[in-house]
T-cell receptor
Framework: AQSVTQLDSQVPVFEEAPVELRCNYS??????LFWYVQYPNQGLQLLLK??????LVKGINGFEAEFNKSQTSFHLRKPSVHISDTAEYFC?????????????FGKGTLLTVNP | NAGVTQTPKFQVLKTGQSMTLQCAQD?????MSWYRQDPGMGLRLIHY???????DQGEVPNGYNVSRSTTEDFPLRLLSAAPSQTSVYFC???????????????FGEGSRLTVL
Protein backbone atom coordinates (compact mmCIF):
# COMPACT_ATOMS: atom_id res chain seq x y z
CA ALA A 1 0.00 0.00 0.00
CA GLN A 2 1.10 3.52 -0.70
CA SER A 3 1.69 6.14 1.97
CA VAL A 4 2.81 9.75 2.22
CA THR A 5 4.76 11.50 4.96
CA GLN A 6 4.96 15.25 5.20
CA LEU A 7 7.86 15.83 7.49
CA ASP A 8 6.83 19.23 8.84
CA SER A 9 3.39 20.05 10.18
CA GLN A 10 4.15 23.78 10.30
CA VAL A 11 6.67 25.94 8.49
CA PRO A 12 6.92 29.63 9.41
CA VAL A 13 8.97 31.87 7.10
CA PHE A 14 9.46 35.54 6.42
CA GLU A 15 8.23 37.19 3.27
CA GLU A 16 10.64 36.96 0.32
CA ALA A 17 12.54 34.06 1.91
CA PRO A 18 12.87 30.73 0.12
CA VAL A 19 10.86 27.76 1.35
CA GLU A 20 10.94 23.98 0.99
CA LEU A 21 8.06 21.75 2.09
CA ARG A 22 9.15 18.15 2.38
CA CYS A 23 7.26 15.09 1.22
CA ASN A 24 8.35 11.46 1.23
CA TYR A 25 6.30 8.57 -0.10
CA SER A 26 6.29 4.82 0.12
CA UNK A 27 5.08 2.50 -2.61
CA UNK A 28 6.12 -0.83 -4.08
CA UNK A 29 5.25 0.31 -7.60
CA UNK A 30 5.63 3.40 -9.74
CA UNK A 31 3.66 6.42 -8.60
CA UNK A 32 2.11 9.69 -9.60
CA LEU A 33 2.73 12.56 -7.19
CA PHE A 34 0.79 15.73 -6.48
CA TRP A 35 0.83 18.87 -4.41
CA TYR A 36 -2.41 20.57 -3.47
CA VAL A 37 -2.90 23.93 -1.74
CA GLN A 38 -5.74 24.88 0.58
CA TYR A 39 -6.22 28.56 1.34
CA PRO A 40 -8.14 29.44 4.52
CA ASN A 41 -11.81 28.43 4.37
CA GLN A 42 -11.49 27.08 0.86
CA GLY A 43 -11.31 23.70 -0.83
CA LEU A 44 -8.11 22.22 -2.19
CA GLN A 45 -6.73 23.08 -5.60
CA LEU A 46 -4.06 21.33 -7.60
CA LEU A 47 -0.70 23.11 -7.44
CA LEU A 48 1.38 20.74 -9.58
CA LYS A 49 1.79 17.10 -10.45
CA UNK A 50 4.38 14.58 -11.59
CA UNK A 51 3.14 11.83 -13.91
CA UNK A 52 6.22 11.05 -15.99
CA UNK A 53 9.07 12.73 -17.86
CA UNK A 54 11.12 15.56 -16.39
CA UNK A 55 11.64 15.17 -12.68
CA LEU A 56 11.42 18.93 -12.13
CA VAL A 57 7.81 20.02 -12.26
CA LYS A 58 6.63 23.62 -12.32
CA GLY A 59 3.25 24.63 -10.97
CA ILE A 60 1.16 27.69 -10.38
CA ASN A 61 2.21 30.73 -8.34
CA GLY A 62 5.94 30.10 -8.85
CA PHE A 63 6.09 26.77 -7.04
CA GLU A 64 8.09 23.82 -8.29
CA ALA A 65 8.80 20.30 -7.07
CA GLU A 66 11.41 17.70 -7.85
CA PHE A 67 10.73 13.99 -8.03
CA ASN A 68 13.61 11.98 -6.59
CA LYS A 69 12.99 8.27 -7.10
CA SER A 70 16.04 7.07 -5.19
CA GLN A 71 15.09 9.09 -2.13
CA THR A 72 11.34 8.59 -2.67
CA SER A 73 10.79 12.29 -2.23
CA PHE A 74 8.78 15.04 -3.88
CA HIS A 75 9.73 18.25 -2.11
CA LEU A 76 7.96 21.51 -2.93
CA ARG A 77 10.01 24.71 -3.28
CA LYS A 78 9.57 28.39 -3.92
CA PRO A 79 12.53 30.79 -4.13
CA SER A 80 10.69 33.79 -2.67
CA VAL A 81 7.38 33.56 -0.84
CA HIS A 82 4.64 36.14 -0.45
CA ILE A 83 2.14 36.75 2.31
CA SER A 84 -0.52 35.36 -0.01
CA ASP A 85 1.23 31.96 -0.03
CA THR A 86 0.05 31.39 3.54
CA ALA A 87 -1.97 28.20 3.27
CA GLU A 88 -1.94 24.49 4.01
CA TYR A 89 -0.14 22.30 1.50
CA PHE A 90 -0.89 18.63 0.93
CA CYS A 91 1.26 16.09 -0.82
CA UNK A 92 -0.58 13.16 -2.42
CA UNK A 93 0.39 9.92 -4.18
CA UNK A 94 -1.27 7.22 -6.22
CA UNK A 95 -0.01 4.15 -7.97
CA UNK A 96 0.56 4.80 -11.65
CA UNK A 97 -0.68 1.43 -12.92
CA UNK A 98 -3.45 -1.02 -12.19
CA UNK A 99 -6.92 -0.18 -10.94
CA UNK A 100 -5.94 1.46 -7.65
CA UNK A 101 -6.39 5.05 -8.75
CA UNK A 102 -7.25 6.48 -5.34
CA UNK A 103 -5.19 9.36 -4.05
CA UNK A 104 -3.52 9.05 -0.66
CA PHE A 105 -2.98 12.41 1.01
CA GLY A 106 -0.37 13.43 3.53
CA LYS A 107 -1.37 15.14 6.76
CA GLY A 108 -0.55 18.59 5.47
CA THR A 109 2.00 21.33 6.11
CA LEU A 110 0.82 24.72 7.26
CA LEU A 111 2.95 27.41 5.64
CA THR A 112 2.77 30.75 7.40
CA VAL A 113 4.46 33.70 5.72
CA ASN A 114 5.20 36.57 8.07
CA PRO A 115 5.95 40.18 7.08
CA ASN B 1 -18.91 29.78 -12.76
CA ALA B 2 -20.37 27.83 -9.83
CA GLY B 3 -18.06 24.78 -10.06
CA VAL B 4 -18.66 22.44 -7.10
CA THR B 5 -21.28 23.68 -4.64
CA GLN B 6 -21.71 22.19 -1.18
CA THR B 7 -24.55 22.85 1.24
CA PRO B 8 -24.82 23.47 4.09
CA LYS B 9 -21.51 25.13 4.99
CA PHE B 10 -22.06 24.56 8.70
CA GLN B 11 -24.23 22.09 10.60
CA VAL B 12 -24.59 21.00 14.20
CA LEU B 13 -26.25 17.68 14.94
CA LYS B 14 -27.05 15.65 18.00
CA THR B 15 -25.89 12.05 18.27
CA GLY B 16 -28.30 9.78 16.45
CA GLN B 17 -29.74 12.41 14.12
CA SER B 18 -29.60 11.97 10.38
CA MET B 19 -28.77 14.48 7.71
CA THR B 20 -27.67 14.85 4.11
CA LEU B 21 -24.78 16.91 2.83
CA GLN B 22 -25.50 18.12 -0.67
CA CYS B 23 -22.99 18.37 -3.50
CA ALA B 24 -23.71 19.66 -6.97
CA GLN B 25 -21.41 20.37 -9.90
CA ASP B 26 -22.20 22.18 -13.13
CA UNK B 27 -19.19 21.04 -15.15
CA UNK B 28 -20.72 17.80 -16.48
CA UNK B 29 -18.12 15.81 -14.57
CA UNK B 30 -18.54 12.05 -14.47
CA UNK B 31 -16.41 11.46 -11.39
CA MET B 32 -17.50 12.72 -7.97
CA SER B 33 -16.26 11.92 -4.50
CA TRP B 34 -16.53 12.76 -0.83
CA TYR B 35 -13.59 13.28 1.52
CA ARG B 36 -13.39 14.07 5.18
CA GLN B 37 -10.64 16.26 6.61
CA ASP B 38 -9.59 15.91 10.23
CA PRO B 39 -6.76 17.81 11.96
CA GLY B 40 -3.43 16.09 11.44
CA MET B 41 -5.05 13.36 9.31
CA GLY B 42 -5.07 14.86 5.83
CA LEU B 43 -7.98 13.94 3.57
CA ARG B 44 -9.58 10.52 3.56
CA LEU B 45 -11.85 9.21 0.84
CA ILE B 46 -15.35 8.21 1.99
CA HIS B 47 -17.22 7.27 -1.21
CA TYR B 48 -16.88 7.96 -4.89
CA UNK B 49 -18.83 7.64 -8.11
CA UNK B 50 -17.62 7.22 -11.68
CA UNK B 51 -21.00 8.05 -13.21
CA UNK B 52 -24.74 8.19 -12.63
CA UNK B 53 -25.94 5.00 -10.98
CA UNK B 54 -22.44 3.85 -10.00
CA UNK B 55 -20.94 4.30 -6.53
CA ASP B 56 -18.20 2.60 -4.55
CA GLN B 57 -16.60 2.75 -1.15
CA GLY B 58 -13.45 4.59 -0.31
CA GLU B 59 -11.18 4.28 2.66
CA VAL B 60 -13.61 5.28 5.46
CA PRO B 61 -17.17 4.45 4.27
CA ASN B 62 -18.73 3.25 7.54
CA GLY B 63 -21.62 5.40 8.74
CA TYR B 64 -22.14 7.08 5.35
CA ASN B 65 -24.37 6.35 2.37
CA VAL B 66 -24.31 7.86 -1.10
CA SER B 67 -26.30 7.66 -4.29
CA ARG B 68 -25.84 9.15 -7.75
CA SER B 69 -29.12 9.49 -9.59
CA THR B 70 -27.93 12.36 -11.82
CA THR B 71 -24.58 13.47 -13.21
CA GLU B 72 -24.81 16.76 -11.31
CA ASP B 73 -25.60 15.63 -7.76
CA PHE B 74 -23.84 13.39 -5.26
CA PRO B 75 -25.39 13.65 -1.77
CA LEU B 76 -23.74 12.17 1.32
CA ARG B 77 -26.08 10.77 3.98
CA LEU B 78 -25.35 10.25 7.63
CA LEU B 79 -28.02 7.87 8.89
CA SER B 80 -27.22 8.08 12.61
CA ALA B 81 -24.64 10.71 13.41
CA ALA B 82 -21.85 10.00 15.90
CA PRO B 83 -19.33 12.37 17.50
CA SER B 84 -16.59 10.61 15.53
CA GLN B 85 -18.16 12.04 12.39
CA THR B 86 -17.37 15.60 13.49
CA SER B 87 -15.22 16.79 10.59
CA VAL B 88 -14.97 19.00 7.55
CA TYR B 89 -16.39 17.30 4.48
CA PHE B 90 -15.28 18.05 0.95
CA CYS B 91 -16.91 17.07 -2.28
CA UNK B 92 -14.60 16.80 -5.28
CA UNK B 93 -15.25 16.12 -8.94
CA UNK B 94 -13.32 15.44 -12.11
CA UNK B 95 -14.24 15.18 -15.75
CA UNK B 96 -13.81 11.42 -15.63
CA UNK B 97 -12.02 8.58 -13.94
CA UNK B 98 -8.84 9.33 -15.86
CA UNK B 99 -8.92 12.94 -14.73
CA UNK B 100 -9.45 11.88 -11.16
CA UNK B 101 -6.59 9.45 -11.38
CA UNK B 102 -4.21 12.15 -12.59
CA UNK B 103 -5.16 14.48 -9.80
CA UNK B 104 -7.39 16.88 -11.69
CA UNK B 105 -9.88 17.19 -8.86
CA UNK B 106 -12.10 20.22 -8.35
CA PHE B 107 -13.06 20.73 -4.73
CA GLY B 108 -16.01 22.44 -3.11
CA GLU B 109 -15.51 24.84 -0.22
CA GLY B 110 -16.38 22.28 2.41
CA SER B 111 -19.12 21.56 4.94
CA ARG B 112 -18.20 21.77 8.60
CA LEU B 113 -20.18 19.25 10.67
CA THR B 114 -20.25 19.06 14.45
CA VAL B 115 -21.93 16.13 16.18
CA LEU B 116 -22.66 16.65 19.88
Amino acid sequence: AQSVTQLDSQVPVFEEAPVELRCNYSSSVSVYLFWYVQYPNQGLQLLLKYLSGSTLVKGINGFEAEFNKSQTSFHLRKPSVHISDTAEYFCAVRESGGSNYKLTFGKGTLLTVNP
Amino acid sequence: NAGVTQTPKFQVLKTGQSMTLQCAQDMNHEYMSWYRQDPGMGLRLIHYSVGAGITDQGEVPNGYNVSRSTTEDFPLRLLSAAPSQTSVYFCASSYDWAGASTGELFFGEGSRLTVL
